[in-house]
Nanobody, 133 residues
Framework: VQLQASGGGLVQAGGSLRLSCGAP????????IAWFRQAPGKEREWVSCINRADDRTYYKDSLKGRFTISRDNAKKTVDLQMADLKPEDTAVYYC???????????????????????????WGRGTQVTVSS
């Protein structure tokens, strides 16, 4: 499935943005959907994921409380609501999908959650988020 991420833009620190992930002509109900981001010169990092089976959500620990992932069944999208944005949130944000009930969440040695981008083969074109200080 060809995913598309949208909703990025330029925002001041402390502001909010809502990103959407969609697939024209289809629904995302059959996918677990993850959001990743990649800042210039850095590796792609996992942000959040929502299960297909039960809509349970997972977040990178450092983002919990500021970011919220959800399904909008009317719009047929998976959205990422971002609040209290910081300059370090500046990155290209990507969504990825997998026809699997559960997100492949890992527990790292320091007991934080993570996911590997390599687990996904359906990616959308990213959307740029720039947070000014």
């Amino acid at each position: 499935v060809q995913l598309q991420a949208s909703g990025g833009g330029l925002v001041q620190a402390g502001g909010s943005l809502r990103l959407s992930c969609g697939a024209p002509g289809t629904t995302l109900e059959n996918f677990n959907i993850a959001w990743f981001r990649q800042a210039p010169g850095k590796e792609r990092e996992w942000v959040s994921c929502i299960n297909r089976a039960d809509d349970r959500t997972y977040y990178k620990d450092s983002l919990k409380g500021r970011f919220t992932i959800s399904r909008d069944n009317a719009k047929k999208t998976v959205d990422l609501q971002m609040a209290d944005l910081k300059p370090e949130d500046t990155a290209v944000y990507y969504c990825a999908g997998e026809k699997r009930d559960l997100c492949r969440v890992l527990i790292t040695p320091d007991l934080t959650l993570d996911m590997r981008a390599e687990e996904y083969d359906s990616w959308g074109r990213g959307t740029q988020v720039t947070v000014s200080s």
